[in-house]
Each structure stands twice: as C-alpha cells, then as structure tokens.
C-alpha cells in the first residue's frame, strides 16, 4: 500500500530553520504531483507548497513565500520542504500528501494519500 513517512519535524526558535523530509513507498513517485499542508491547532488544514511531477514547477501559499522551498528527489522517493526565518506562526502538523494528476491543487480534499504529520513548533 502507499505510505508517506514525513520526519524532521522539531522545535526551533524563531528564525532558525527545518528541513522536512517525506518518503514515499508503493507508488511511482514521478507520476504524482507531491505537496504539504500544515495545520495549526483550532484551524483547518492549509496548503503550504506543491511541486510537479518533474520538479519543475513550484506553488506557494503567500506567507511563505521566500522562506520555504520544496523540492523532490524521485531517484529517491523523496520530497523536501526546506523551511527558514520561521514564526511562531508556522507553528503546526506538517503534512505530505501526493496527488495523481497532473495538475497541483490547494483544495485537501483533492489529495489522494496524506502522511501521518510530524509537529513543528517555533518558540518566540
């Protein structure tokens, strides 16, 4: 079955920076538009950043834009969100999700398998 495992999840101080990792196993990996979505506590899933199947192309959600950057490796099943300058308003679960179109989209629900999450916590 499919399985998306995020890690490097942590606490940090405001400013510093994360580098989250989420390997994929059970599908082909190039085939799938790959993401991230956060979401904080008492609020609704957000969309933070997608990448195209071949890397070529990146989406952003405004607020971080300029501070995070995703990136895949498919030799390695493996898509990246490189996070600096955070804010105790990035705190939040930070989740993979992987889509099998073409297309990114910033609506959840349109995302075929999710990841369990892993926290982020920025101190202030």
């Known amino acids: 079955q499919v399985q998306l495992l995020e890690s490097g999840g942590g606490l940090v101080q405001a400013g510093g920076s994360l580098r989250l990792s989420c390997a994929a196993s059970?599908?082909?990996?190039?085939?799938?538009?790959m993401g991230w979505f956060r979401q904080a506590p008492g609020k609704e899933r957000e969309f933070v950043a997608a990448?195209?199947?071949?890397?070529?192309?990146?989406y952003y959600t405004d607020s971080v834009k300029g501070r995070f950057t995703i990136s895949r490796d498919n030799a390695k099943n493996t898509v990246y969100l490189q996070m600096n300058n955070l804010k105790p308003e990035d705190t939040a679960v930070y989740y993979c999700?992987?889509?099998?179109?073409?297309?990114?989209?910033?609506?959840?629900?349109?995302?075929?398998?999710w990841g369990q999450g892993t926290q982020v916590t920025v101190s202030s």
């Open positions: 999700v992987a889509r099998s179109t073409l297309l990114y989209t910033r609506n959840p629900t349109e995302y075929d398998y």
């Open positions: 990448i195209s199947r071949s890397g070529g192309f990146t």
């Open positions: 059970g599908l082909i990996f190039s085939d799938y538009t």
